[in-house]
């Protein structure tokens, strides 16, 4: 978890190295970055529930589609739709019914039957095709006949409407038809603020897809990130363009916690300074090599659980906060040197 003003990632090599990977470095952590905090805003928008990716026909481009797969489970997500992420990365993968597949067919239940038999494991029945509430009937019906065969529904999925409304119809019907155990899944153009008023709404859903807003962060899709020469030859070097000033010199972010263990500040300062707090950067790479005792795909996401749990209470609420990152004495007074030299 960092904040504005903070370095994420500090490269040390001959200067040819170092720019022949600027472009790619930048483009693999700006996206994943963009990605993962608007999967931890949904996160925090929707506690407790499992929320799965479904946004790889949204993405720009393939690759987009598959690391936002990553980026989002590191944030918090369950799981994603894109079996490509499952095969690269371990990501777990969530099959979806389509409403093609019913529409395919001249009668519903008949598309549910076909459905359950062709994916029994996990099964969960597209239920808004053409009436979410009939449909939701179709299946109270349904389940028994199923459970004679050994197949058990899951859940039902609504993708479309008023989804709180539909899942609250959807609920009654289910547990008056003795269907108290199955799930509902909402999908349909989600995204946190979406999230937040089915929370608040305490509408009876028990998991989310999410995918067009999520794989292309469709409210902020930039961050400002940038990769510049801060040290040359064993020289601090500072860029003083007009808006994009940078803090020469190799630097360190610390990090204090209040006393019930959340972020209380942070402090960016020259990395040769000690200070009390925790240091928040350390070695990935050295000659090139990747180091072997990196975090994996699951340490990273128990990682980014904790981190999200120590947000202070205004960030983990989604409301405006001025999270304090202050630039050490020292870091200032170099820059102010450098400034003096070159006139």
Sequence with gaps: MFFPDEPILRVTAPLPEAQFVETR????LHFQTVVASKAAHMVLAAPGKPLIDYGLRRAHGAEAGVLAARASYIAGFSGTA???AGIAFGVPVYGTMAHFFVQAHDDEVLAFEHFAHSHPKGLVLLIDTYDTERAA???VALAPRLARKGLTISGVRIDSGDLGQHAARVRRILDEGGLQSIKI????????NALL????ADAP?????????????????????????????????????????TWPGRKQVWRWYDERG????????????????????????????????LPDLTASRAQAKDQLARLPPSL???????????IGVPLRELAATLDRRSG
Aim: net charge positive; charged share 25%.
């Design 25 to 28: 470095l930048v483009n693999l």
């Design 82 to 84: 894109t079996v490509a």
């Design 137 to 139: 009937g179709r299946v």
């Design 185 to 192: 899944v909402a999908s349909g153009g989600l995204d946190e």
């Design 197 to 200: 008023e089915l929370s608040r």
């Design 205 to 245: 859903i028990d998991s989310y897809g999410v995918g067009t807003s999520l794989t292309t962060s469709s409210d902020d899709p930039a961050l400002d990130c940038a990769y510049k020469l801060q040290e040359y030859a064993g020289t601090a070097r500072r860029k003083r363009s007009e808006g994009k000033a």
């Design 262 to 293: 959340r972020f209380a500040r942070d402090l960016v300062s020259l990395a040769d300074n000690r200070h009390q707090g925790e240091p928040l950067l350390g070695p990935a790479m050295r000659g090139g090599q990747r180091l072997p005792d």
């Design 316 to 326: 983990a609420r989604l409301k405006t906060y001025n999270y304090p990152v202050q």
